[in-house]
């Protein structure tokens, strides 16, 4: 007696296909949802973008001024040099002492430019009666070291009550720490108000992505009995060909709800389980950051551009992380001509270099240093910090992709990676050298136009 194998096929064959097409009206619902989801995300992630320019744009420019200002009062500033030309009487002493009241006085403006405070304004007033004093005192000594005053006279000129100065640029600092304050708690609330939809987007990715499992292992059983046929034999190959087309389109809709979750993790505070959650995320962003990076690198090389002024480029970079650098207990200071440095060269090339380099210097610099960024006339770039060097036997091979060292035992392993390869796009050198005192110098050296 014969097996009466077709009517159970077509038993077989739908009960899949109403599974199937339950598991599609799902799977449609989801990306529905999810959709839905990403789109109120987006707009949540616009006002957290506005905030954050109103963050880059006062708080970190503020944070800048403040560092610069906070250099002069530190060793090397106007009253280590006042003291030493008080007690040294050399006349090349007295113009570096102008100069720095000067420069003082300049980044007080700078300050001020950006938008202040009744008691930030107490605060430079204080500090600009500093600055007068000094001035004052400086022209007495002049005049009487030229003209053979008594000594005892001129020392006394160094005798000047600095408390004032020095609580004024203390509560310019606590200023600065709670503006640093209510811009992170109003980011954090922009981002509170997204929380829920990330959890929403979290539980819908895992739904999505099962329901597209179970659809593909249901329409895999259903191609399975259908091939059973010979009837269906051309419906199978349409319908294989459909699977390709329709697993393509679900990869294109998953990229936005994933997207959005990463990017809403990226800006969650320490909330329970979030914080494991979050650092994991931020890893593997930065870890996407770099490969995307060095998968665009061959490109940079057919897209330079004549006259890019890196020495702008260098300043943008300090502003930009200066925040995180003082938050890590690091200061960054921009040097340069102040004539523009034109080299022809990829913008973003080398703007993702210097910020790899900037980023290696503050992960691994000693705590209440300075981080310098030097532009030259060569031209060249050099990033300074004062951590704990690296071996000579390592120059090379530091610069290797998914090479660590000790000192680099953390993160992708593929950012010196990129700035070396970004140099070797622009024809210029990438060399490491031992900077004064301890700590590393980075060099890219341009060809000379």
């Known amino acids: 007696m014969a097996i009466p194998i077709k009517p159970q096929t077509d038993i077989q064959t739908r009960w899949l296909r109403i599974v199937a097409i339950g598991l599609a009206a799902l799977l449609v619902a989801a990306m529905v ?34 560092s610069q200002v906070r250099k002069y009062f530190g060793f090397g500033g106007f009253i280590h040099n006042f003291q030493n030309y008080i007690s ?39 500090i600009r ?107 199978l190959r349409k319908s294989e060909e459909k699977n390709r087309l329709f697993a393509a389109d679900v990869a294109h809709e998953l990229r936005m709800p994933l997207a959005v979750m990463r990017l809403h993790l990226e800006k969650l505070e320490d909330r329970q389980t979030a914080d494991a959650m979050l650092l994991d995320v931020e890893k593997m962003a930065r870890m996407l950051e770099q490969l995307l990076t060095a998968a665009k690198i061959e490109g940079w090389a057919e897209d330079l551009s004549d006259g890019v002024d890196i020495h702008s480029i260098c300043v943008d970079i300090g502003a930009d992380m200066a ?43 000693a705590r209440e240093t300075k981080i310098i960024i030097e532009v030259t006339d060569e031209p060249a770039i050099k990033v300074t910090d004062k951590g704990p060097g690296i071996p000579a036997e390592m120059r090379e091979t530091i610069f290797n992709p998914f090479l660590r060292s000790d000192r680099r035992g953390e993160g992708s392993g593929l950012g010196l990676s990129i700035v070396r390869r970004a140099a070797e796009v622009h024809n210029a050198s990438i060399n490491i050298d031992d900077a004064p005192g301890g700590g590393s110098i980075f060099t890219i050296s341009f060809p000379s136009s």
Do not use: C, H
């Open 129 to 235: 009666k500093a600055i007068a004093v000094y001035r004052a005192n400086l022209n007495k000594a002049k005049s009487l070291i030229k003209g053979g005053g008594n000594k005892e006279e001129v020392s006394n000129l160094a005798a000047v009550d600095n408390r004032p100065s020095f609580a004024a640029l203390a509560s310019l600092e606590v200023n600065w720490l709670e503006d640093l304050d209510r811009q992170t708690k109003k980011l954090t609330a922009g981002v509170a108000e997204g929380e829920r939809l990330i959890k929403m987007t979290v539980i819908f990715v895992p739904i999505l992505a099962l329901t597209v499992i179970a659809l593909l292992w249901f329409m895999q059983r259903l191609v399975q009995v259908t091939v059973k046929t010979v009837e269906v034999d051309k419906e």
């Open 88 to 126: 040294r009487g050399e006349p090349g002493l007295a113009g570096v002492v102008n100069r720095d009241l000067d420069e003082l006085a300049a980044a007080l403006s700078t300050y001020e430019v950006v938008g202040t405070s009744p008691d930030e304004r107490n605060a430079i007033a204080d």
């Open 323 to 365: 925040p995180l650098a003082i938050k890590e207990g690091r200061y960054i200071e921009v040097l340069g001509p102040e004539a523009p440095v034109l080299v022809k060269a990829n913008r973003f090339a080398l703007e993702q270099a210097v910020r790899n380099l900037v980023e290696n210097a503050i992960k691994y610099a």
């Open 33 to 66: 949802g999810g959709t839905v989801i990403g789109f109120k995300t987006i707009n949540r992630l616009n006002a957290i973008q506005s905030e954050w320019l109103d963050f880059r744009n006062v708080t970190a420019n503020k944070g800048m001024a403040l």
